[in-house]
C-alpha cells in the first residue's frame, strides 16, 4: 500500500520503530511528510541520547503547529485544492484551540497538589508538561518496554505519597502492568482503583467520537479530571 500511495504521511520521531527506515528509502521516491518535522529540538521532550518522546499530538498547541505545516506540504502537493485546505486547517485551528482552553480552565480548578497521574506507560509528558500534572508512567515511551520489580516499587511508592485514588489503563498496552501495579499498592497497605482505558497510541474505534483525536483527547482529560476528585 505504502508503495502505491501517493504521498505519505508519519508522526516521525521514530514512533514508526522499525518502519522508519523504510519510510527515508521511500521519501527518495515520492513525498513523505512528518507531522513532527514542524518541531524544533527545544520544543521535544528528551528521552535519551539523540531520542525524543514522539508523543506531540497530546500538547494541543504543539499539534497546532504540526496542523499548520501539514497544510503546507497539502497544498505544494495539490495545489489545485488549495482553497479548501486552508479552510479545512482554519477550521481544525478552532477546533485545537478550543480543546486546548477547555482544558486549561478545567485544570486550573484543580489544586496543584492533586495533579498527578500515573498510566501504563510514558505516553502523556507532553499533556502533563502542557496542562501542568505531573505523569508517571510504569513503563517507558514504547510500549514493547518491559517493567521490573525496581519500576514496580517506586510507581506504587509514587501513589501513595501523592495520594492518588486512580491509575489509567491504556487501550493500547496489555492491562496486565497496571493490575500488578494494583497489587503492589495494595502490598503496601494503599488501595488504587483502575480507571477507564486512556487513549494513546492509537484512536477509538471506527464510527465512535474517540475516533478522532480531539475525541480521543476529551475522553482522556474527561477521565484524568475525575480523578483528580
Same mark, same amino acid.
Given at each position: %500500500? @505504502? !508503495?502505491? $500511495?501517493?504521498?505519505? +504521511?508519519?508522526?516521525? @520521531?521514530?514512533?514508526? /520503530?522499525?518502519? *522508519?527506515? #523504510?519510510l527515508?528509502?521511500? /521519501?527518495?521516491? %515520492?513525498?513523505?511528510h512528518a507531522m513532527s518535522s514542524a518541531l524544533q529540538f527545544h520544543d521535544l521532550i528528551e528521552v535519551g541520547p539523540n531520542t525524543y518522546d514522539p508523543h506531540i499530538w497530546f500538547d494541543l498547541q504543539l499539534w497546532d503547529r504540526c496542523v499548520g505545516e501539514l497544510a503546507k506540504f497539502l497544498i505544494e502537493q495539490f495545489p489545485e485544492h488549495r482553497q479548501a485546505i486552508e479552510q479545512n486547517a482554519t477550521d481544525y485551528y478552532s477546533e485545537l484551540a478550543l480543546a486546548h482552553n477547555e482544558m486549561i480552565l478545567a485544570i486550573n480548578e484543580v489544586p496543584d497538589s492533586l495533579r498527578a497521574m500515573v498510566t501504563a506507560h510514558d505516553a502523556f509528558s507532553y499533556f502533563g508538561r502542557a496542562y501542568g500534572i505531573e505523569v508517571h508512567g510504569l513503563q517507558g515511551i514504547s *510500549?514493547?518496554?518491559e517493567f521490573g520489580i525496581k519500576d514496580m516499587s517506586t510507581s506504587a511508592q509514587f501513589i501513595l505519597d501523592r495520594g492518588l485514588s486512580t491509575v489509567f489503563i491504556e487501550t493500547s498496552v496489555n492491562s496486565k502492568s497496571i493490575e500488578a501495579l494494583q497489587? $503492589?499498592?495494595?502490598?503496601? /497497605? /494503599?488501595?488504587?482503583? #483502575?480507571?477507564a482505558p486512556l487513549y494513546s497510541d492509537a484512536l477509538g474505534e471506527q464510527g465512535t467520537a474517540e475516533a !478522532? +483525536? @480531539?475525541? $480521543?483527547?476529551r475522553h482522556n482529560t474527561t477521565? #484524568? @479530571?475525575k480523578s483528580f476528585n
Open positions: %500500500k @505504502l !508503495s502505491n $500511495a501517493r504521498i505519505i +504521511l508519519h508522526n516521525g @520521531l521514530h514512533l514508526e /520503530g522499525k518502519m *522508519t527506515d #523504510i527515508e528509502k521511500l /521519501g527518495q521516491q %515520492k513525498p513523505v *510500549t514493547a518496554a497489587e $503492589a499498592v495494595a502490598q503496601k /497497605g /494503599g488501595k488504587v482503583k #483502575i480507571g !478522532s +483525536l @480531539l475525541g $480521543a483527547f477521565q #484524568i @479530571l
